[in-house]
DNA sequence: TATATACTTGAAAAGCATTATTATTTGAGA
DNA sequence: TCTCAAATAATAATGCTTTTCAAGTATATA
């Protein structure tokens, strides 16, 4: 997965945006932690393994600054915190979740099939869809 | 609409909660309030009209209670409070949200047709669904 | 190479929505 | 009316996040 990080050092420095062993090492610890769901705290302690004087501050900062240039997403569980999950081109397609009331686990769901929704929204409606966001709450199969 | 107000004060005291100006205050701001999707503070603002004294934790316990009597429910349009909508019997069933980017008005979308998405879910990653919270944004009809 | 300029950072403070605490008040049944 | 658990107002505390600011670092320019 060499050339994930790679692509995505080139993309912050193609932006103007200086490559900080903070931002590395925030950016490594994401990739590492594909699929996870780490909230902002979770991974302050995993990069403050590798860059141990790096700042909470500077963690929210850059979580803010690759959100912005779309390398990451936010996902609200309504836990209390901000979860983020990694932008893949695999992934770049809409994706929805699935959250285990049991265990908390996050599963996410490659099935879309709500072009057929959203097409009747954008008519009945006359709204015109950009993004969506779409949770599903239940029980998961290590749980039931 | 009166008998939705003196339904909603029945559920209240039929659980042992005691109806009290406070309360029934609150329950009249959300009732009056319908398909506004107010937030707390403007729940408060609302209700301190009739109510003055009122305190805001008083509100804040209230939606809770409320809340857990499935009597209201939560929504969280990720922009740093929380929202409160009826639980009337019209909207009992499945509902999602179109949030337009522009006015920032929140619309509710009664078509559900998610039954397929979720059979098929249910089936692959057989996950039992017991909650679903959808959202669109972007662009409504007076926006545009 | 020296220097100006802009960008980053860590630490600490501030912001903001929400929750907990505590002393006081109140609703509803005996 | 009296009693007492429940509810309240005021306030403090909490937790996540953002901002501030002084200091450090990199990049461009002369």
Do not use: W
């Not at 903070?22 to 594909?34: G, K, P, S, V």
């Not at 780490?38 to 929210?60: F, Q, R, S």
């Not at 390398?71 to 983020?84: A, E, F, H, P, V």
């Not at 929204?121 to 709204?127: A, L, M, P, S, T």
């Amino acid at each position: 997965m060499e050339n994930l990080a790679d692509s995505l050092r080139e993309k912050l420095k193609d932006k103007g945006y200086k490559l900080t062993p903070q931002r590395r090492a925030i950016l490594d610890a994401i990739i590492e932690n594909q699929g996870k769901h780490l909230n902002t705290e979770e991974i302050y302690n995993v990069v403050k393994e590798k860059c141990p004087e790096i700042g909470l501050a500077t963690v929210y900062r850059t979580l803010q600054l690759l959100d912005d240039m779309s390398m990451i997403s936010r996902l609200n569980i309504d836990d209390g915190c901000m979860r983020y999950e990694l932008n893949t081109d695999e992934n770049e397609h809409q994706h929805h979740h699935l959250i285990c009331e049991v265990c908390n686990d996050i599963i996410e769901v490659e099935l879309d099939l709500l072009g057929y929704l959203e097409k009747e929204i954008e008519k009945k409606y006359n709204f015109i869809i950009k993004d969506r966001k779409v949770k599903f709450f239940g029980v998961c199969s290590k749980c039931r």
